[in-house]
């Protein structure tokens, strides 16, 4: 089975039993940036994946959400971030620059920018961690967000800070996809994944000084504090969460940001 894996500091703690204690036999694992990963689970290229939610609605049935694991953040995240040399209102007519690692916050972004602040920047796709040079701003996600920048910006903007001031709901960043044509040959390896899942959560929560050893090992590079960041986080899908998701593709489709998408298909108990 392939297997894919957001090589991001938020979506360790999902791998740390698979990594460290007891890899699922059978499955190939594929380290990458989300969007890369949205892009192979929509060509049949990986079977399971933790993906950006936005991509919910270009795969509609042909994936299933587990029910029990996101990422997410109520409020502040610190890896979502929008760095200006302007205030955020007069970004209007301004070149904002849109990682291209992932298709969530972007819609996140433009979402915030029309509705909240009535502003219409130009939107230009730049690498994950662009310079402030020929640009106005840049959002910025992952990693790239947590190695400190290269240069300052006199504006920065936490995207899941402002996403709950302005909505009153979190943000899912990432949910965890099945494709429903995988599930009849690997269901019972889907099953593993998930367990394997579970136990790295409780690996979070019973020995999170080993998992935190490891994620800094993985990551050399992250300068922000790995425990204050696992605290900001959320991992468990909650109902709240799932109201939360539904807010955002609804909103995101009533702008034409994103497909109109019907029942969110969650895979059945395994």
């Known amino acids: 089975m392939r297997l894919g894996y957001i090589d991001y500091l938020n979506c360790y703690p999902f791998y740390f039993h698979m990594f460290k204690r007891k890899p699922v036999d059978g499955a190939r694992i594929f380290p990458a940036l989300p969007s890369d990963l949205n892009r192979m689970m929509a060509s049949d290229e990986l079977d399971m994946s933790p993906i950006s939610a936005a991509t919910c609605a270009d795969l509609g049935d042909d994936i299933a959400l587990l029910p029990d694991f996101c990422l997410s953040s109520v409020g502040y995240v610190a890896s979502v971030v929008l760095r200006s040399k302007v205030p955020i209102e007069d970004l209007h007519?301004?070149?904002i620059g849109v990682s291209s690692a992932s298709k969530t916050s972007a819609v996140l972004l433009k979402v915030l920018l029309q509705r909240y602040y009535k502003v219409e920047p130009e939107?230009?796709?730049?690498?994950?961690?662009?310079?402030?040079?020929?640009?106005?701003?840049?959002?910025?996600?992952?990693?790239?967000?947590l190695t400190g920048s290269r240069q300052p910006a006199p504006y920065s903007y936490d995207l899941?800070?402002?996403?709950?001031?302005?909505?009153?709901?979190p943000v899912v960043f990432a949910v965890f996809a099945v494709r429903t044509d995988s599930l009849t040959k690997?269901?019972?390896?889907?099953?593993?994944?998930?367990e394997s899942y579970r136990k790295s959560l409780s690996c979070l929560r019973t020995e999170k000084d080993n998992v935190i050893s490891g994620a800094r090992e993985r990551y050399p590079d992250i300068i922000y504090d790995i425990d204050s960041y696992y605290r900001l986080l959320q991992f468990e899908f909650t109902d709240e969460l799932k109201r939360a998701l539904r807010f955002y593709l609804d909103t995101a489709a009533e702008m034409k940001l994103l497909d109109p998408l019907g029942e969110v298909n969650y895979l059945k108990s395994t």
């Open 123 to 145: 939107y230009r796709t730049t690498s994950p961690s662009p310079l402030l040079t020929d640009i106005d701003a840049a959002l910025i996600i992952g990693n790239d967000a």
């Open 186 to 194: 690997y269901g019972p390896k889907v099953g593993e994944v998930i």
């Open 93 to 95: 007519g301004r070149v």
């Open 160 to 169: 899941g800070e402002l996403w709950l001031r302005k909505t009153g709901f």
